[in-house]
């Protein structure tokens, strides 16, 4: 293994990181601005890595998806724990929404930024510029993967979530109860999802907004 790909290995696992923790404690945060203090309380609002690590989803997913030479590493970091009581208490059903969303408007966000920050960087000269140069475009393309892949309405992905609210929202109630009955079988849907052609509808939106950012 040479340098370049030491740098490249590098850059990809610190986009990675950055991606899922920070969309995580967005969650967390998001909530507390509403009141709930339990990722707060739980030390969860750090920036710290190994208070998110999850074993499979932070580590062993990724691990598998680049030593079988996959187009793109994915993964995903420890639930942050949220009060969804006590954030609707405060801000309704639309606090509720803003919590499951939080985590998905940081990653676009985060890609924007990375996005616009490279279109400005001149050809790299130098070991150093070359990791930044790589951890931009990995932070574009990993944000854009997960904000686009959590936006799926089907449990337990946030944008399963923010839909079951958005009903609660508009007295769509019988509606409401249906997706809160799916969620136990949420897993069982995303896996056949994942695993059939299917996929590749739910991920062209993503494969588009990188061709344009990038």
Partial sequence: MNIVDLIQISAM?????????GHEIMHGLTAYKYGDPTASLAGRLSINPIVHVDLVGTIIVPALLYF???PFLFGWAKPVPVNMQVVIRNGGYGGAIAVSLAGIAYNFL???????????????????????????????????????????????????????YLAMKMKFFAFADFMRKIFPYGMIFLIIVLATPLSDIIFYPAFYLIKILL
């Fill in 110 to 164: 985060l890609a924007i930024l990375a996005s616009v920050i490279l279109g400005f960087m001149p050809q790299a000269k130098s070991l150093f510029e070359a990791f930044i140069q790589s951890f931009l475009y990995f932070t574009v393309v990993y944000n854009v993967v997960l904000g686009v892949f959590n936006l799926v309405p089907i449990p337990p992905l946030d944008g399963a979530n923010a839909l079951m």
């Fill in 68 to 70: 079988s030479h996959a």
């Fill in 13 to 21: 696992i610190l986009s990675l990181a950055v991606a899922i923790i």
